[in-house]
T-cell receptor, first 111, second 114 residues
Framework: RKEVEQDPGPFNVPEGATVAFNCTYS??????FFWYRQDCRKEPKLLMS???SGNEDGRFTAQLNRASQYISLLIRDSKLSDSATYLC????????????FGSGTRLSIRP | DTGVSQNPRHKITKRGQNVTFRCDPI?????LYWYRQTLGQGPEFLTY????????KSRLLSDRFSAERPKGSFSTLEIQRTEQGDSAMYLC????????????FGPGTRLTVL
């Protein structure tokens, strides 16, 4: 089993729709969680951190479920510009080598 | 541009040759990371520096790979005796201690080994 697993997609949704995807992790000692966005042939860029209480940034909402060991990302009112690959990142404690990226979920927004 | 920069952006080499990549992090960031990414996968951690000290190396990093950050500023990643399996995107990222994951990535160096 991979340490961090994501549905590769692609998720193909119409503009304006709400879309959500999850990321599961295997190490219960994981300490911090993030979502990154990566456009085709570009570098990953930090989208948002994921806090235990859940957090929202505009149209994006991230949540953490420690009991079931998954994080989620919800995108409301999706825009064409949201088309990208979304990478979840899970970090162990005090160790850079424990930073694990998922393989990414590909999202495509159609007009 | 005050972001992370990497050179070259593309490198094509023949199997068995040595290659060296350079990364210039954001100036005030004391942490620097190297990752490798292949198609359809997320970045895989290779190694990490805090200032000039190389603190961690992945088991993925064979002895053909070496990285340096001599003055705690820019870093180089060298691959000796390249193999076709080394073909990948090599990404550099930097962060401001102590936040491991708020990393800022450079555009990467795409290596193709023929």
């Amino acid at each position: 089993r991979k340490e961090v697993e994501q549905d590769p997609g692609p998720f193909n949704v119409p503009e304006g729709a709400t879309v959500a995807f999850n990321c599961t992790y295997s190490n219960s000692a994981s300490q911090s969680f993030f979502w990154y966005r990566q456009d085709c042939r570009k570098e990953p860029k930090l989208l948002m951190s994921v806090y235990s209480s859940g957090n929202e940034d505009g149209r994006f909402t991230a949540q953490l479920n420690r009991a079931s060991q998954y994080i989620s990302l919800l995108i409301r009112d999706s825009k064409l510009s949201d088309s990208a690959t979304y990478l979840c990142v899970v970090n162990g404690y005090s160790s850079a080598s424990k930073i694990i990226f998922g393989s990414g979920t590909r999202l495509s927004i159609r007009p | 541009d005050t972001g992370v920069s990497q050179n070259p952006r593309h490198k094509i080499t023949k199997r068995g040759q040595n290659v060296t990549f350079r990364c210039d992090p954001i100036s005030e960031h004391n942490r620097l990371y190297w990752y490798r990414q292949t198609l359809g996968q997320g970045p895989e951690f290779l190694t990490y520096f805090q200032n000039e000290a190389q603190l961690e190396k992945s088991r993925l990093l064979s002895d053909r790979f070496s990285a340096e950050r001599p003055k705690g500023s820019f870093s180089t990643l060298e691959i000796q005796r390249t193999e076709q399996g080394d073909s990948a995107m090599y990404l550099c990222a930097s962060s401001l201690s102590p936040r491991y994951n708020e990393q800022f990535f450079g555009p990467g160096t795409r290596l193709t080994v023929l």
